[in-house]
């Protein structure tokens, strides 16, 4: 996945699983835009070269009833990973950023409650990484 982004250089990555949107709740592939809007922030504020920032909303399903019943939802409709493949899951996406960018800050953004501290604590000791909802 990684290798399919056009930039050989990021600075900086956003990554979202769009499931606590803003106290929106869960907007599965529609979190996109929180990582978009984040990264906006560190272009316009930060310095940050736009073609080096990489903003990322992980697919993993959803619990959002009404995403999964709309035909129009471009998401992936099914329940969203939870558990033991969904911490998998980010395991691998952590692996192929470190892999790809190893220098790149990875900031978590608006993953729910229950796997915020788990995330953080998982990975701060081995990635330049955090999460501003709960730091």
């Known amino acids: 996945m990684v290798y399919n ?3 050989s250089q ?23 835009g929180i990582s978009i809007g ?3 922030l560190y272009v316009a504020a930060g310095g940050f070269h736009p073609r080096r920032v990489l903003p990322v ?25 939870e558990g033991e493949e969904y911490y998998s899951f980010i395991d691998e996406f952590m692996a192929a950023i470190q892999l790809r960018w190893p220098t790149a ?3 978590f953004e608006d993953f729910q409650s229950k796997h915020a501290a788990t995330l953080l604590n998982r990975y701060r000791d081995e990635y330049l990484m955090f999460n501003d909802d709960i730091q």
């Open 5 to 7: 982004w056009p930039s």
């Open 105 to 107: 800050l990875i900031q």
């Open 57 to 81: 909303v992980l697919d993993i399903g959803t619990a959002n009833q009404k995403l999964l019943a709309d035909p129009k939802y471009l998401g992936l409709k099914q329940p969203r990973l």
């Open 10 to 32: 990021v600075d900086a990555v956003v990554v979202t699983d769009g499931s606590r949107v803003l106290g929106m709740g869960d907007l599965g592939l529609g979190g996109l």
């Open 38 to 40: 984040k990264l906006d």
